[in-house]
Each structure stands twice: as structure tokens, then as C-alpha cells.
């Protein structure tokens, strides 16, 4: 018998595929929409996302993503990324959020004001008079009649491009911690596991 044949792969033929770490606040309609996104992207791009068992706050994320990042380590290339809503949340909790950003550049924030479901309202429309979570959610009925924390994916992913579109317009100038008046970051996130997919 010869010699056993070495199963080497050549160097440069394998493709790395990037991981986005999410930590968002929701445990049903974030963890839903990524789902879909990585659907969309499943040969690249692969979601983990971080449910908080001990509340909601914006600390309590960032705890969830710290012991994540400090247990599982985080490679140069892949992403880690914080999801939350702007609620009632004082300016002082949503600053720990941004000053953990500048720790590293691949450490990211996405903020929806008021709420995640205003980044749903964008696949469908323009968004404008939103005042509070209840008009969001309103409003967002009048496109999702049925909507419960559950996404529809044949109405939403069709309009992603729209809403990436229609928050970054509201977004200019790009601003450097969260949207003061109703916007979402959220379509930065969306953006990076697109051009990641390419």
C-alpha cells in the first residue's frame, strides 16, 4: 500500500465566512428578521443571537454581549453588533452603549427610535409624524394588519432595499450615537451583511 493521500486544502481557495454577533433587546421579532436576513445570505453570513434572560435594558445587553465576546472570543473580521430600541431609556445608559462602540471597530450599535418596529414601518413607507411606540405600532398595522411581534417574511423582505434607503435618508448627516427624533440605525447593520455577501 502507498502512502496515505494528505487532504490539504490550497491556500486561498476557501472563502471566510463572517459572523455578526447580535444582542438586541427583543427575544421574537429581532431574532425573526435576522433569521431572514441570514436566509437570504446563508452561504456567507451566520447570525447569533444573544436573548437576554435577565431583562431589557441597555446594560443588561451590553453584559449579555461582553460575557459573550469574553467567553467565545471575537475574530478581527467579524462583527458584534448591539440592537436596541430608544424607549424611555436615559441618555446616560444609551452612552455606555456608544462608548463600548469605540473599544473596537468592528463593535457596532443600532438604535431604532422609538422602537425596532419603526424599521419595520420603513419597508413600507416614508415614516414621518412617528411620536411614540404607540404610533409606530399603529401605523405599522395599517401595512402588517396582523402584525404580533411576528414578522411576515413575504412582505417584508421584498422591501429591504427600501428601507435601507428610506433610513439612511433620514440619517443625514450620518449621525455618530442615535437618532434624536424618530430613525433607525438599523439599516447600517443590514448594509454591512449585504456588501459581506458579495
Not at 50 to 71: C, E, F, T, W, Y
Request: aromatic letters at 10%.
Amino acid at each position: 500500500m502507498g502512502k496515505p493521500r494528505k487532504f490539504i486544502r490550497p491556500l486561498g481557495t476557501r472563502r471566510y465566512n463572517k459572523i455578526f454577533i447580535v444582542a438586541a433587546e427583543g427575544d421574537k421579532t429581532e431574532p425573526q428578521y435576522f433569521r431572514m436576513l441570514n436566509s437570504i445570505n446563508k452561504s456567507v453570513i451566520h447570525f447569533k443571537c444573544l436573548k437576554n434572560l435577565h431583562g431589557s435594558s441597555p446594560i443588561q445587553i451590553l453584559k449579555v454581549m461582553r460575557d459573550h465576546i469574553k467567553a467565545n472570543g471575537l475574530n478581527k473580521k467579524d462583527e458584534a453588533w448591539l440592537v436596541v430600541d430608544r424607549d424611555d431609556w436615559t441618555e446616560d445608559q444609551l452612552k455606555a452603549l456608544v462608548e463600548w462602540t469605540k473599544e473596537k471597530e468592528n463593535y457596532h450599535l443600532a438604535l431604532s427610535n422609538p422602537k425596532f418596529e419603526y424599521w419595520l414601518l420603513l419597508h413600507f413607507e416614508e415614516g414621518t409624524g412617528i411620536k411614540s411606540s404607540h404610533d409606530c405600532s399603529k401605523r405599522l398595522k395599517d401595512h402588517l394588519p396582523h402584525y404580533n411581534k411576528d414578522i411576515q417574511e413575504n412582505k417584508i423582505k421584498p422591501r429591504i432595499s427600501d428601507a435601507v434607503s428610506r433610513a439612511k435618508k433620514k440619517d443625514t448627516p450620518r449621525c455618530k450615537t442615535w437618532p434624536n427624533k424618530s430613525g433607525t440605525t438599523v439599516y447600517r447593520l443590514v448594509e454591512q451583511v449585504f456588501l459581506s455577501g458579495m
